[in-house]
């Protein structure tokens, strides 16, 4: 996705010397934990933390993901990462994070969740996405 159609959660962050390599430039998987840091966020704050959700018999699994990189990201850049929800289905949904240096995309990842109902013996299966939640997925 190019451009986010409507932002749902945004924050800055300064990049860490635990998020590069030797040579100073962004280890590959450090847009993946900065991507679930947003997700976690969202959730609480528009709908229910994850943990109320795991405990509540629900969850949202990834069941697919990716990262594309088209600039450096380097050891103290401030980037911007803004969130967006897209194909939204009946159980799922994905979310999606760019990773913004300046006005630049220097990174996207995407996930794709699926609602699913827990059961007592640790097995789920698919669930309709609560209206609440899809209400929360236009930003």
């Keep these: ?11 800055k962050l300064r990049v860490a010397l635990g998020d590069v390599d030797a040579a100073r430039v962004i280890y590959f ?3 993946f934990r900065w991507h679930e840091y947003n997700f976690s966020e969202w959730l609480a ?3 229910k933390p994850l943990s109320e959700l795991l405990a509540s018999g629900f969850g949202l699994p990834v069941v697919n993901c990716s990262a594309t990189y088209t600039t450096s990201i380097r050891q103290d850049d ?3 990462l803004d969130s967006w929800v897209a194909d939204v289905g009946e159980s799922s949904f994905t979310f999606g994070t760019s990773v913004l240096s300046g ?3 220097a990174s996207t990842v995407e996930t794709r969740h699926v609602w699913v109902k827990i059961a007592h013996d640790g097995t789920f299966a698919s669930a309709g996405l609560p209206p609440e939640l899809r209400g929360e997925m236009a930003g």
């Design 78 to 80: 401030v980037v911007r």
């Design 45 to 47: 704050l528009r709908y």
């Design 29 to 31: 998987p450090a847009v």
């Design 1 to 11: 996705m190019d451009q986010p159609v409507n932002v749902v959660h945004s924050r």
């Design 103 to 105: 006005d630049d995309t």
